[in-house]
């Protein structure tokens, strides 16, 4: 009996970890393996996961309710489908950022960016597992639960078992449809965006309606089909997927026939996998999908527990870790758009210098490996931050990214009015392809951490007017060819553009003009990391509290071993 406290003990701490999840009124999000939960086990709050260990005796489990939610006609952003779904796409989920699960990396390949949009289907059946507990101190253990709890004096119990027990948890399976267009700017989205206007409609239509919002704005893209699922029998959808699953945006009739396949599975060959039997209970195989429900903290039950690991400390801690293992995600992510979507050829050097970054932007993600015992082992959290932010190193954009020569010729519009007219308006261009021409010296105007196009307070004249003759209508579009040939000084500037034609029209009063990231010159300039930023104080001293708890921790170890 010895041997046996002495080995749950050790292997209950040494697999102490489960994954952050960030707290709902009921609802939680797993972010661990879904397999992780059976009936019996708790949460806990210090580790914001489920508990390793199946401490508690349920006094009935039973399924319940048959639910099934079908999103087929009208589509749901990436961050509604996580919502149905039960998942939590807070940044605060914390744990997320440092030991994604497979079924995560999948969600997250349909999270939208600054170039693309997800359009998604659901079809989801689910029932709940639902345990019901005597909230007894007396009868309310397993086995497990009376060997780890040890009367009340294990330290640990309330981060290998949970303070809360689970009291539900949901079976299913669910269907995902998606449509992905992926864009050559952000002001391509944005146009698109509005053109839309949020919702695209059904999957059947979805692609017709894309390449008609694409043609009336003028612009470019590629639209992606994929498909998810999750019980029942994927390897039905697998045999669709095998179809062309990608497209032009101004063409998508090549994507039609997996839409269709698709459209076909989710209305007919998915809800065929989900018949009832005599019992009323879905004979398909189910899945633990993620989601689940915990009850009252079990002090209410007279349980004795100790006070929590997660202190001021722990928290700063773990914030630290979040928000340096996010900056860098942005960092990579803004890169990596840079390199692939940029409108015109980047110079072979600036390729270079922005490979050369990337490179040392993974070798700092690459640190955060480990950084899962922060919530796995809340008293080891302090120390474990500090040895991750210690290693991470200072990467300067000024030095690494930001070209210091750079030419790119790029088409944008705009609007022009009579003089004297309106000076607030027009101030917002965009790419287009037209053939009226602007040229001149133009400089990077540096604001804050985005690189701003600005002219250099002087005068730019048409190459060919824009109306032959009679006056201009205020507010009308003109377009200029802008060549930058210049050495990127960084200074203010004013555009200060005239276009004269024969009835004596021009445009002036244009001030301040800037172009968005992903426009003309160079479109991320970064202020760069430091990971000093995320190491405020020196040297963290291990709270009383904390050293109380580790002595706790060496006690009970040391009387168990002595049993």
Request: net charge negative; with cysteine; glycine share 8%.
């Amino acid at each position: 009996m010895i041997e046996r406290k002495l080995l749950i003990t050790t292997l209950i701490i040494l697999h102490a970890g489960a994954i952050i999840n960030s707290q709902k009124s009921e609802l939680q999000s797993l972010k661990s393996p879904a397999d992780e939960i059976i009936a019996g086990k708790g949460y806990s709050e210090d580790t914001k996961s489920v508990a390793v260990a199946a401490c508690y005796q349920p006094i009935s489990t039973a399924l319940e309710g048959q639910k099934s939610s079908i999103f087929l006609s009208s589509s749901l952003s990436y961050y509604d489908l996580q919502e149905r779904l039960g998942y939590e796409h807070s940044a605060n989920a914390g744990y997320g950022l440092f030991r994604a699960q497979i079924n995560d990396q999948q969600m997250n390949s349909l999270n939208e960016t600054n170039f693309s949009l997800s359009y998604n289907y659901l079809y989801r059946v689910a029932s709940s597992n639902v345990s019901q507990f005597s909230y007894n101190s007396m009868t309310m253990l397993s086995q497990v639960g009376v060997d780890i709890y040890q009367n009340g004096t294990n330290p640990l119990f309330r981060i290998i078992c949970g303070e809360k027990v689970i009291t539900q948890y949901d079976v299913g399976a669910y269907l995902i449809l998606s449509m992905i267009v992926e864009f050559e700017s952000s002001d391509q989205k944005r146009s698109f965006t509005s053109e839309v206007s949020g919702n695209i409609g059904s999957f059947l239509t979805a692609t017709s309606k894309a390449q008609q919002a694409a043609q009336k704005t003028k612009i470019n893209g590629k639209i992606t089909i994929t498909g998810q699922q999750l019980g029942g029998d994927p390897t039905q959808l697998g045999n669709i997927l095998n179809d062309q699953g990608s497209c032009s945006l101004q063409n998508p009739s090549e994507c039609q026939k997996i839409v269709q396949s698709l459209s076909k599975y989710f209305s007919e060959t998915f809800p065929s996998q989900f018949k009832k039997n005599a019992e009323s209970i879905w004979t398909s195989p189910l899945v633990k999908l993620g989601s689940f429900a915990k009850g009252y903290n079990l002090r209410v039950a007279g349980f004795q527990i100790g006070e929590s690991y997660v202190t001021k400390e722990v928290e700063e801690a773990r914030s630290r870790l979040i928000q340096a293992r996010s900056s860098l995600q942005d960092l990579k992510n803004n890169l990596t758009n840079l390199q692939t979507h940029y409108p015109v050829e980047l110079d072979s050097e600036f390729k270079l210098q922005i490979e050369i970054t990337l490179k040392k932007v993974q070798q700092n993600i690459d640190q955060f490996y480990g950084a899962d015992e922060c919530w796995m082992e809340p008293y080891n959290c302090v120390e474990v931050a500090e040895k991750i932010l210690g290693k991470l190193q200072s990467i300067e954009f000024e030095n690494h990214v930001c070209p210091t020569y750079y030419k790119v010729t790029s088409v944008v519009k705009g609007h022009y009015w009579r003089t004297g007219g309106k000076d607030n308006q027009g101030n917002t261009l965009f790419g287009v392809s037209t053939p009226y021409y602007y040229s001149g010296g133009w400089y990077i105007h540096n604001q804050g951490s985005t690189c701003w196009l600005a002219a250099n307070n002087q005068s730019f004249y048409a190459k060919g007017g824009y109306h032959d003759q009679g006056a201009c209508p205020i507010d009308d579009q003109y377009n200029m060819n802008i060549t930058v040939d210049k050495d990127l000084n960084l200074r203010d500037g004013v555009i200060h553009a005239y276009v004269h034609q024969s009835g004596g029209c021009r445009a002036d009063y244009w001030h301040d003009i800037g172009f968005s990231a992903d426009q003309l010159a160079s479109p991320y300039c970064f202020n760069g990391f430091d990971p000093q930023s995320y190491q405020e104080k020196p040297k963290s001293i291990i709270s009383p509290l904390i050293r109380s708890k580790l002595r706790e921790i060496e006690e009970f170890q040391r009387k168990s071993a002595s049993i």
